[in-house]
């Protein structure tokens, strides 16, 4: 199985990146690195984290305070949101 962001997703993770380079260049290296250790593991093992919604899932990024918000489609791993978990919780419903 293979994974693609949403577009909104994809920038939120670039944020991301930029923001951790902006404080040391090895954190964005680790933040980088953290999300694609869960992309990884929500691909080999879609159904592992619990459900947030009916079809949608919360797999956590290790040692960063985000989160991976996706839906298991028959071809991919849909990532709708590279998720601070100091935003809205939901404010990436309208993805769907």
Do not use: N
């Not at 990024?61 to 071809?75: D, G, Q, S």
Request: glycine share 4%; with cysteine; hydrophobic share 40%.
């Amino acid at each position: 199985m293979s994974f693609t962001f949403h577009p909104k997703a994809h920038q939120e993770f670039e944020e991301a990146i930029d923001y951790y380079g902006g404080r040391k260049d090895w954190f964005a290296f680790d933040f980088y690195t953290e999300v694609q250790d869960a992309i990884a593991l929500t691909v080999e093992f879609p159904q592992a984290w619990p459900q947030v919604e009916e079809d949608t899932r919360r797999c956590p990024v290790k040692r960063f305070p985000y989160a991976l918000i996706y839906t298991i489609e028959p071809t991919c791993i849909f990532i709708l949101a590279v998720a601070h978990s100091s935003r809205d919780p939901g404010y990436w419903k309208d993805r769907k």
